[in-house]
């Protein structure tokens, strides 16, 4: 079974700062991983996803994530965060191995980044 | 570019009643997810399809139907509303091949009184 964990309900930054929400996740085998963000009554925005290859993945809006296999963690990084930035986001993994087609997804982080 | 598109937005039906969520998108994506959302629950998936007439359970499936006669709409029928079913809906879809993020539309709340 494949499993995701973001283990901070809600993350606050100021604007400016570097930010970073954490995503560990549980496969059997080699993980297709994937960030999403969602916007108030908006539906789940793909920012970026890590197949193979760079551990540093650069997506959208800005964001990246690092693959840390060791750790099996998926954070989601960026140098220096908006106030538009604030959003539910959302970590999702897929088995490689897994001949089905489901994302498992996080429970969510409410990213808030205040002025 | 429409994209993928869901309909109605909002809705409110009775405990009982049979109401049916719509979905389209125009990519001509081979894959369409639904999903529910629910606080404490994160997203969970109901049913999924590969293509046109082929459909598989998700983790959720019970107390839905869905049915796929064209790539492009994938409707999802509550047979019989419970007060737990009330939630929002999301319908996504993706492309075939290795590309396996999904791309989602803007949602569906559904109250059940």
């Known amino acids: 079974a494949q499993s995701v964990a973001q283990p901070e309900d809600q993350v606050n930054v100021a604007e400016g700062n570097p930010l970073t929400v954490k995503c560990t996740y549980s496969v059997s085998g080699n993980p297709y991983l994937f960030w999403y963000v969602q916007y108030p009554n908006r539906g789940l925005q793909f920012l970026l996803k890590?197949?193979?290859?760079?551990?540093l993945v650069k997506g959208s809006y800005g964001f990246e994530a690092e693959f840390n296999k060791s750790q099996t963690s998926f954070h989601l990084k960026k140098p220096s965060a908006l106030v538009s930035d604030s959003a539910l986001y959302f970590c999702a993994v897929r088995d490689a191995g897994n001949a089905g087609n489901m994302l498992t997804f996080g429970g969510g982080t409410r990213l808030m980044v205040k002025p | 570019d429409a994209g993928i598109t869901q309909s109605p937005r909002y809705k409110i039906t009775e405990t009982g009643r049979q109401v049916t969520l719509m979905c389209h998108q125009t990519w001509s994506h081979s894959y369409m997810f639904w999903y529910r959302q629910d606080l404490g629950h994160g997203l969970r998936l109901i049913y999924y399809?590969?293509?046109?007439?082929?459909?598989d359970k998700g983790e959720v499936p019970d107390g839905y139907v869905v049915s796929r006669s064209k790539t492009e709409n994938f409707p999802l029928t509550l047979e019989s509303a419970t007060r737990s079913q009330t939630s929002v809906y999301f319908c996504?879809?993706?492309?075939?091949?290795?590309?396996?993020?999904?791309?989602f539309g803007p949602g569906t709340r559904l109250t059940v009184t």
């Open positions: 996504a879809s993706r492309v075939g091949g290795s590309s396996y993020e999904q791309y």
């Open positions: 399809s590969a293509a046109a007439d082929i459909t």
């Open positions: 890590y197949i193979t290859g760079d551990n």
